[in-house]
Structure formats: C-alpha cells, structure tokens
C-alpha cells in the first residue's frame, strides 16, 4: 500500500509558477505509476498526468503539455508537479494518486492524497 500526501499549493498570480510535491509512505514506492488530478469547483476530476515506475514515461493533459512537468525521485518517495505559465483556469483543488497499473493511473487511480488548492488570479 501507499498513502500519497500532498504539499506546495497556494495562490499566484497569472503567468507564474508552483511546484506541487507528493510524499508517499511505504517501502514500494517505485512500484507504482504516480500521477495528478485536478477538480475545479463544480466539476469531477480531471487527469493531470502520470508518471511511470521509472520515470522513463510520462504523460499529460493537453491543456498542460509545455507547461506542467511531472517527474519523480524514488529515493525520497516523491512524486513533484512542476507548474509553469499558470493560467486562471488551472484554479482546482490538486490530487497525487497512485497504482500499480501505469493505465489505471491515468483513469482510476487506487490510492489518493487529500488534496492541496491551487489558485490562479487573474
């Protein structure tokens, strides 16, 4: 099992940047793909993206290709987000999920954090 923990949200201005950072308890860490949710307010999750074991593969929303990068250390059991060019409409509540399976990861993770907010203003 592991237990994602989620850090490093907060507001910012428009065109600025976050770093995201997800913390997961357990001794098999780099047994599971990793990935990142997002829900906005009145709306149901929506894939972010996702990372595999290694970090070898990676994978993202196209709203956010250019400007998000997902990467991972398995020696610290962290999953991070690197978010850049921030718009008004990345504004969501953000979830660091995790599976076994680098498919489900993307569509239906088993494990979840609690979530962190991230607003952009305009």
């Known amino acids: 099992q592991v237990q994602p923990v989620e850090s490093g949200g907060g507001l910012v201005q428009a065109g600025g940047s976050l770093r995201l950072s997800c913390a997961a308890s357990g001794r098999t860490f780099s047994s599971y793909a990793m990935g990142w949710f997002r829900q906005a307010p009145g709306k149901g999750h929506e894939f972010v993206a996702a990372?595999?074991?290694?970090?070898?593969?990676?994978y993202y929303v196209d709203s956010v290709k250019g400007r998000f990068t997902i990467s991972r250390d398995n020696a610290k059991n962290t999953v991070y987000l690197q978010m850049n060019s921030l718009k008004p409409e990345d504004t969501a509540v953000y979830f660091c999920?995790?599976?076994?399976?680098?498919?489900?990861?993307?569509?239906?993770?088993?494990?979840w954090g609690q979530g962190t907010q991230v607003t952009v203003s305009s």
């Open positions: 999920a995790a599976d076994p399976n680098l498919i489900a990861v993307r569509t239906s993770p088993s494990y």
């Open positions: 990372i595999s074991w290694s970090g070898a593969n990676t």
